[in-house]
Structure formats: C-alpha cells, structure tokens
C-alpha cells in the first residue's frame, strides 16, 4: 500500500494491508467484498435501497435507525442485519464471535425457528463465499419460507 | 416490606463486610434478558410495553427466591423514591427517569434487583459488600434458572442470549466492582491504573455509572466483552487476577503516604472531620470527598473518631433522595445544603 498525503504537506508512506488497516486507511478487501456481496444479497431479498433502508420484516427496525439509537429493535434484528451487525459484534467483543457459557434450560425450543434461521445465514455466507450461487439461491428460499412460516 | 422499611437500614452494598471490603466496597453481577417473543423496548409500543411488564413483574414475584420481594412500579412511584433506589444502587439513573411501564423488585436484604422494562425486558442484578462475586454469580444464575423454566428467553446457539445492545449479546453479563481508591489518587498512580484497565477491555467509570464522576474516589471497573467467554471465566479473572491486582496498588500507595507523608494523610483526615462537624451548609459532592480520607482513615486505623457503620449511614443519607425521604419533605438544592449539614452535625456530636 502506498500513500500520498498532501495535507498540510507532501508526505509519503508505504505500509503494508495490515498497517494500512490498523491506521484506518482501508478496510481489509476480503472482509468488504464478503459483505458487499452479502448486501447485494440482502437488497435483493428485501427489495431495498442498501444497508441503510434495510429493515426488519418482523419489527420495521431500519438498520439506519439502529445506527442512531445503538439499540435494536427485536431478537430477530440479529438476523435481519446479520451481514452488517457481525463486523460490529467482533469488534465490541474482542474478536468472539461464538457464544460461550449458560444455555438456557427450556427456551431451546421456542427459539429454534430463530436459530434454524442464523444457521441458513451462515450456510448463505458460505455459499457466497464459494461463489456457489445455485447453493446460496436455494438457502435464501429456505430462509424466506422459514421467516414467513 | 415496603420502600420505607429499606431506608431504615444502609443496605447490602454499604455493610462493609467480606473479602478485601478495606478497599473493595461492592460487587456486583448483572444479567441481561429478553423474553422471545416480544420486540424490545426499542420498538414495542405501550400496550406491549405494558403486557411485558405485567408478565414478568408476576413471573418474578412467583418463582420462590423472589417471592417475597418487594415490587415497585417505578411508573407511578414518587420522584424522591426511585431516587432512592438509585442511591441505594437498586436501579439505573436511567431507568429512574424513563417513561412508561417499568418497575423493579428487591428482595429483602437487598442482595438482589431485578430490573423490569430498563434497556432490556430484565436486568437480574445481585449485590453485595466486598468481593464475593462466586456467591452473587450462584444467587443470580439459580434466578435466572428459575425464570427460565416459565418463560422463554431471546437465546440463538452461536450469539447467545440477544440483547437490545449488542455490546450486550452473549452471556448478557455485566461483573461490576466497586472499589475506593484514594491513596491511588493521592499518589497520582490512578491514571496509570485506569489506562491499564482499559487496556485489558474493562470499563472504569464513577459512582453511577456510566458517564458519571468518581465521587469520593469511588471506580466501579467492569467487563465489557460478552461474547465468546463463559460467565465463569469472565468472574475468575476478576477475582483471581484482576481486582487483587488493583486492590495490591492501592494498598501500597496507603503504605507509602503512611511511611513517607504521614503528617500530610493525618492533616487530611483531620480536617476533613472538622470540616463535617462544623459545616453548617454542605453539598452532596463536598460530603462524599470529605468522607473518603475518613473511609481510609478509618480501615487503616488511623481515625478512631467514628466507626465504620456510621460512615456509610452518613455516606447514604446526606444524599439528595435519602435526605428528603428523612426529612419527609421535598428541599430544593438550597434547603438540602443547610438539612445535610445539619444531620452531619448531629450524628457526630459527641453523645
């Protein structure tokens, strides 16, 4: 990476992708494609502008109102804005990016709809990421029909 | 048990008894919760407001360890009462000046408050004096097992539990201990402390938390990570590592001002003793400043003027709530300056 920085003077730098990052210069490239790749996903599932009229189907939470508040509206946020929420929740948590700890004792049930639904998300990102598109045409569907079910 | 009968005593929090207590006053674990099927307060309007609270406020006060709580419905409840609360470190600032249906339960002595409608559905709160928190983490985890046998959490296998914030989302933990630092102050170490500590991804704030001061050189230090640790490695670091490490510091600096500038501590002491027995106006600030050289005074047993239960009943009633509710009385700022030192004045007045 080099850069050229001609405020308040002519100065060079040459920094490597993680020095880059690290100076908030760029956002790593394979982290951003995956998302936008995700986005266009998303867009075209919901039928919407980007990132910042994404809303949720089940709570009409839009991802921009999420931003100005910092709270969001309803579990199911978690996977309505997953594609954007994950990069944050890394970053708030150190890294974690799997829960570790106390499993309710009962709620299991009741919640297997949501976590049969992140599961699909997830299976979606892979699917993307391997370029599969058929694969990831096929989850979508499941996951469309799980939300509306 | 009603709100009046908790003001009688100074509470759990202020006993100063249990482990480190001459330098760690409480500890605190809380749990974030939601309920499944339900938006969060975000979004929920007042009608869904107003079913949740009613659901768990009923589910709370059923289970057995909550069944003799005393539940206080903050929406109806006078201002002087949930500033009590909040003095008393049952309930946020925030959730004492929001709006809508909302209340808390406390149990009797004080150990336990569950918040109903604050950021999140629930807020399971334990507390206690001193750094007991394998014995808060087993009060509120047998809470939150007895809960969740009538009632469905937002949970997901990967994020854990959801929460309105996702700084939240995962073990929905927040371990939270209190500690008296004024030799560190003193000594000008404290900084260096506290840049540590954020080094290490903990949150170090004031009395009341977020976004407040360390009045009479109180820091609450707390996690901020929730994903990706259990709630029992979260507790261990704090107790082995973590809060001995800052308790260690602050012991040293003491030893330090003791040997090398011994007139100075005692001069502290001293004044700020006079300054209590003879103020005849004092604002809640000044009061608690002037109480932490006593505080430390009193645990390095070097102030013998007064004993350590008459400091936190002068620490928890000259504040702004709890001296109205004595005086029975609303007091504007002026009047509460003149009544707080009036009681300073009597409750040291030699007997």
Not at chain 1, 9 to 17: T, V
Not at chain 2, 255 to 267: G, I, K, N, P
Request: with cysteine; charged share 25%.
């Amino acid at each position: 990476m080099h850069i050229t920085d001609t405020m308040p003077e002519k100065r060079e730098q040459h920094l490597c992708e993680d020095c880059a990052e690290k100076a908030g210069v760029i956002i790593k490239q394979t982290h951003h494609t995956t998302n936008e790749i995700l986005q266009q996903f998303i867009k075209h599932k919901t039928g919407l502008g980007g990132g910042d009229d994404l809303a949720c189907p089940k709570c009409g939470l839009t991802f921009k109102e999420f931003q100005v508040k910092g709270l969001l509206g309803c579990p199911h946020d978690y996977v309505a804005f997953a594609a954007l929420l994950t990069p944050l929740i890394q970053r708030a948590h150190e890294g974690g990016t799997h829960h570790v700890g106390k499993v309710p004792p009962t709620a299991e049930a009741t919640v297997k709809k949501q976590t049969g639904i992140l599961r699909l998300r997830r299976e979606l990102q892979e699917a993307i990421d391997q370029e599969n598109y058929e694969r990831a045409a096929r989850v979508r569907d499941q996951i469309r029909t799980l939300e509306i079910g | 048990m009603t709100l009046d009968d908790l003001t009688k005593t100074t509470g759990e929090w202020l006993r100063g008894v249990g482990p480190m207590s001459d330098i760690v006053v409480s500890s605190r674990i809380r749990l974030a919760r939601n309920l499944a099927e339900h938006p969060f307060l975000t979004t929920a309007d007042a009608g869904q407001r107003t079913e949740i609270y009613r659901c768990l406020s009923q589910a709370i006060t059923t289970t057995s360890p909550g069944k003799d709580d005393l539940l206080v419905d903050l929406e109806t409840a006078d201002v002087i009462d949930r500033n009590v609360l909040v003095e008393r470190h049952l309930i946020s600032r925030q959730h004492a000046a929001a709006e809508g249906s909302r209340g808390v339960t406390v149990s009797p002595n004080e150990t336990r408050a569950v918040m109903i409608n604050e950021e999140d559905h629930l807020r399971l709160q334990g507390l206690r004096s001193g750094l007991q928190l394998e014995e808060l983490w087993a009060e509120i985890n047998d809470v939150d097992d007895s809960l969740a046998r009538d009632l469905a959490f937002a949970f997901d296998r990967r994020l854990g539990y959801l929460t309105a914030c996702p700084t939240n989302v995962g073990t929905g933990i927040r371990v939270s201990v209190m500690l008296h630092l004024p030799a560190l102050r003193l000594t000008k170490e404290i900084e260096r402390v506290a840049r540590a500590a954020r080094d290490l991804r903990l949150a170090v704030r004031g009395l009341y938390g977020e976004g407040t001061e360390a009045i009479g050189d109180l820091y609450q230090v707390s996690n901020q990570t929730t994903l990706g640790k259990s709630e029992e490695a979260i507790i261990h670091t704090f107790s082995e590592t973590i809060i001995p490490n800052i308790v260690g510091y602050e012991r040293t600096a003491r030893e330090t001002l003791a040997r090398h500038h011994e007139s100075q501590l005692d001069d502290r002491i001293g004044r700020a003793y006079g300054v209590l027995c003879n103020a005849r106006r004092i604002s809640s600030g000044e009061t608690q400043s002037l109480l932490s050289p006593i505080h430390m005074g009193i645990q390095m047993g070097r102030f013998k003027e007064f004993d350590l239960h008459t400091l936190h009943e002068l620490f928890l009633y000259t504040q702004p709530a709890h001296l109205q509710k004595m005086q029975g009385r609303s007091l504007d700022e002026d009047q509460r300056a003149v009544a707080r030192a009036d009681y300073i004045r009597k409750r040291l007045a030699p007997k």
